[in-house]
């Protein structure tokens, strides 16, 4: 392939790429998110002709931002999207190389995912709801549990996404992969509660959850809704849309140990992903076996000192030869 250089400025060739992108269905989010870490790269390098790029100029910019504090995770986020960037320019023949071949971050280490416990899911999801947007919400939180979904697959439901009668959803996950995957008993309950209402609120939309204004509900409101919830309910911990995703992956697990049927249910390509899910389920285990298995018990016991009564009878017992 012949290459040349474009002469056309970082920015217009940014532009360009994320319509390739919109064009190729991705979803909004995704294409919101490499327009920012292009901003990123832009704002480093300024709005040059993106050809003349080396690696040392990527690996500046990269630093830059490790520099600000950006975790690895988003760093690897950040030189992707540019990596992915630069490809499109050398398919259209408009670079030579990619300048971010052979450019990694910083590695940092992995967090095990936020999971709520059982009780804290029950306290939860548990209890009494009041007004149209609550039933939603119930609904909704119900569904994200039971499902394992993320908050985009909810958004993205329509009524006939969800069968009741087979209590099963149909999700377009990540990469455009649909996969179905079952509901329990209790989020059938909390749907069908919703949908008794949901008419009153929603205005032409195949939407399954809809927001104030009638439209497909955003992530915003799920995230203040969440929050809400937990207010109201007395959760302490700290609760999120996708730790709802995640004490699904982990409360099956740990009742399973089918690390392959969390994969499936999750949507993740690769199970090297939902391996993270056994990290969790062993803090679990750690902590059950700590707290029952006798051996640990007398270990714990035997680190406490012993009462003024107790140390008595020891003085006073007799030796065995």
């Not at 003349?52 to 975790?71: E, K, N, V």
């Not at 960037?85 to 990619?98: C, I, Q, S, Y």
């Not at 394992?148 to 999700?171: F, K, M, P, Q, T």
């Not at 032409?204 to 439209?215: H, I, N, Q, S």
Request: hydrophobic share 40%.
């Amino acid at each position: 392939m012949t290459t040349t250089h474009s002469n056309v400025s970082l920015s217009i060739q940014i532009d360009v790429f994320l319509l390739a992108l919109e064009a190729r269905q991705y979803s909004p989010a995704t294409v919101s998110t490499y327009a920012i870490d292009l901003a990123h790269l832009m704002e480093r390098v300024g709005d040059v002709d993106p050809t003349g790029l080396s690696s040392h100029d990527i690996r500046c910019a990269l630093a830059t931002l490790h520099g600000r504090g950006y975790q690895p995770r988003t760093l690897a986020r950040t030189i992707s999207a540019w990596r992915s960037f630069f490809k499109h320019l050398v398919r259209l023949g408009l670079a030579p190389v990619n300048p971010c071949i052979g450019i990694r971050p910083p590695r940092g280490r992995k967090m095990l995912p936020n999971a709520l416990s059982v009780d804290e899911m029950a306290k939860l999801l548990d209890g009494p709801v009041d007004g149209i947007w609550e039933i939603r919400d119930q609904a909704m939180f119900e569904l994200m549990y039971s499902s394992g979904l993320r908050r985009a697959e909810l958004i993205g439901l329509n009524l006939d996404s969800v069968d009741l009668r087979e209590g099963e959803v149909r999700v377009l996950g990540k990469g455009e992969r649909t996969r179905i995957v079952p509901v329990g008993r209790k989020a059938v309950a909390a749907i069908r509660h919703w949908l008794g209402w949901r008419k009153e609120v929603a205005f032409d939309t195949p939407a399954l959850f809809v927001g104030t204004r009638g439209g497909r509900v955003s992530t915003a409101s799920i995230r203040q809704a969440l929050s809400r919830l937990a207010t109201k309910r007395g959760v302490t911990a700290h609760v999120h849309p996708h730790a709802l995703r995640h004490s699904f992956a982990s409360h099956v697990l740990q009742s399973s140990g089918d690390l392959r049927a969390v994969q499936e249910m999750l949507g993740h390509a690769s199970v090297s992903t939902t391996q993270i899910y056994t990290r969790l389920d062993m803090t679990y285990l750690r902590r059950a076996y700590q707290q029952a298995h006798p051996r640990a018990l007398r270990q714990k016991q035997a680190a406490e000192p012993l009462s003024e009564e107790a140390e008595k009878n020891a003085a006073h017992a007799p030796l065995k030869a």
